[in-house]
């Protein structure tokens, strides 16, 4: 993945979770669900839903980060 890509997310940190989102995503093989836990604050939910926008995505050829935001 490249680096700019990772730039694009709003989870802040998380790299290691961040490209094997990403991989899945890129070969069409996102999970139907992935078990989010931790302390509060340490961005879960922004986590969540930059899968939520990756998952949800048409066209991920063209976009950089989740689905281009």
């Given amino acids: 993945m490249v680096k700019e890509d990772k ?4 989870t802040i940190g998380q790299l290691s979770s961040i490209d094997r989102i990403s991989k899945a ?3 069409d093989r996102l999970s139907h669900a992935y078990l989010i836990c931790g302390m509060d604050g340490i961005g879960k939910v922004t986590f969540a839903r ?3 926008k990756v998952a949800n995505c048409l066209d991920m ?3 950089s980060g989740p689905c281009g935001s």
């Fill in 50 to 52: 930059d899968i939520a």
């Fill in 61 to 63: 050829s063209t976009s």
């Fill in 25 to 27: 995503a890129s070969l």
């Fill in 7 to 10: 730039l694009a997310w709003k």
